[in-house]
């Protein structure tokens, strides 16, 4: 049987039918259309999957679609601004190599958001285990915490 | 994954007249859906969804207890200024409960009825000797089973676990809330285990120690082992040891010994018996010493997990 639920993604309103077994990734990707958010284990344990949702980070491979009607989805679509300017955590992941095959990238994001979002000026301790349920099969990990670093930096000035 | 029909519950009575029929509860997700999509266990084939509940949302102090309910987050239980200052093992647990996104989702109900023996809040739970209230749709009380209410009972943590993943409670009943009872002046506590990683990770060993002091004497203890046998549990004799000595290096070997004496682990991929009763000493040692000298004022961080990956001051590996 299929349910109506309204998934609110990036600020825009999607209705959508669906299953209830339906995890919240897949139907991100399938109805809604967005890509972005990816699925590396299937398992809750690698973070490519990584969306916000009422503002905290949850893995969405692991969380049910109708379990997100009418609440706010953030992807990684959503992090740069309306005219396509990138987000600053964007740009200095960009800037100091935080981004190899890119595939974990945008739970990095996402986790490192919600990260400053509630900690503007995090030690690089806390960035690591912040960042610690997001795995980076290229190991590029040095350069991901410097972006965070300098991202930081950049929303503090 | 299966799950054919669902509803969002409005209220707690509507989730128990769903549960009453055949459906199942879901909060967070993070064991249900997991266990689903990596074909350990089906979504069961009706679901109700407590989520967006706000009468089993948060925790509060009730004089000295503290009652968390049915859908607090390992995150709000991390975010407790109780929590951390009285009941210290329990947030050393909830700290340490997958990653940032599992705890913001993960809920000490669904944590509790999941009942692995690998979770890590049973153990603190326990050893704090509290009691969860299970709440049924208005049915006739099952024979033996006494309520304090219609459709209500009260349960020990302890007498909930009924081994790997299965609890003692009725498939229609709910778990509402847990209250954990204060502790005596000059209690410590702490919950360490055995990781791989810091984050992403289930105890491969895990133990509670919650000792209370007394004119530099041990006056109570309670040690639980977890990841050690097939539900979490206290161990008499490891408290035996450690009650009436000064909890110093020499008693807290000793209880951890008799602690790890009293394991019957399994080997699995993470972790062979041998080794995992080889590791009971060390971690319940280093639970017991934390323990102690937090019952004697001294702070140790929370989690104390990562801070013991090194040596622990006075107990060194």
Request: glycine fraction near 12%; proline fraction near 5%; include cysteine.
């Amino acid at each position: 049987m299929r349910y109506e639920a309204t998934l609110n993604v990036n600020g825009n309103a999607y209705p959508v039918e669906i299953e209830p077994g339906r995890n919240l990734l897949s139907v991100l990707r399938g109805e809604v259309g967005l890509t972005g958010a990816k699925e590396g284990c299937d398992d809750s344990e690698c973070g490519a999957c990584m969306v916000l949702l009422d503002g905290q980070p949850v893995n969405s491979c692991s969380y049910l679609a109708l379990q997100a009607d009418g609440r706010e989805i953030v992807t990684i679509e959503g992090l740069a601004g309306a005219d396509g300017e990138l987000h600053p955590l964007q740009r200095t992941f960009l800037d100091q190599g935080g981004v190899q095959c890119g595939f974990c990238t945008p739970g990095m994001l996402i986790s490192a958001k919600a990260l400053l979002d509630r900690n503007p000026q995090p030690d690089e301790e806390e960035i690591r285990l912040a960042l610690s349920g997001n795995l980076c099969r290229c190991t590029g990990y040095s350069g991901i915490v410097r972006a965070v670093q300098e991202a930081a930096q950049e929303l503090a000035r | 994954m299966s799950a054919d029909t669902y509803t969002a519950a409005a209220s707690v009575e509507e989730a128990l007249q769903a549960m009453a029929s055949g459906a199942r509860p879901i909060a967070g997700g993070t064991d249900l859906v997991v266990a689903a999509r990596g074909g350990k266990s089906p979504l069961p084939g009706s679901l109700v969804a407590i989520h967006g509940l706000a009468e089993l949302r948060g925790i509060e102090e009730d004089g000295d207890d503290l009652v968390l309910r049915a859908l607090a987050t390992h995150a709000d239980i991390v975010a407790s200024a109780a929590a951390c200052e009285r009941f210290t093992a329990l947030a050393d647990a909830s700290a340490i409960v997958g990653s940032h996104a599992t705890r913001n989702a993960g809920t000490i109900g669904g944590n509790l009825m999941n009942a692995s023996p690998a979770m890590e809040t049973g153990g603190p739970l326990i050893c704090f000797d509290a009691t969860v209230t299970l709440q049924a749709a208005q049915l006739p009380a099952p024979a033996g089973r006494p309520r304090t209410g219609s459709g209500t009972r009260e349960l020990r943590v302890a007498e909930l676990f009924a081994g790997p993943g299965a609890t003692t409670a009725d498939a229609g009943e709910l778990l509402t809330s847990v209250r954990v009872p204060a502790p005596a002046p000059g209690t410590g506590s702490c919950y360490a285990r055995l990781e791989y990683r810091r984050q992403m990770e289930i105890a491969i060993v895990g133990a509670t120690a919650v000792v209370t002091l007394d004119g530099g004497q041990v006056s109570d203890a309670r040690i639980a082992i977890t990841a050690l046998a097939p539900t979490i549990r206290r161990v008499a004799e490891a408290e035996a040891v450690l009650v009436g000595s000064d909890g110093g290096e020499a008693a807290a070997r000793a209880a951890a010994d008799a602690a790890a004496a009293a394991s019957q682990p399994i080997s699995d991929v993470r972790g062979s018996a041998d080794y995992r009763r080889a590791m009971a000493a060390v971690i319940a040692r280093r639970a017991i010493v934390v323990a102690v000298a937090r019952a004697g004022g001294q702070q140790f961080p929370i989690p104390a997990s990562p801070a013991l990956h090194g040596a622990v001051e006075g107990g060194a590996a």
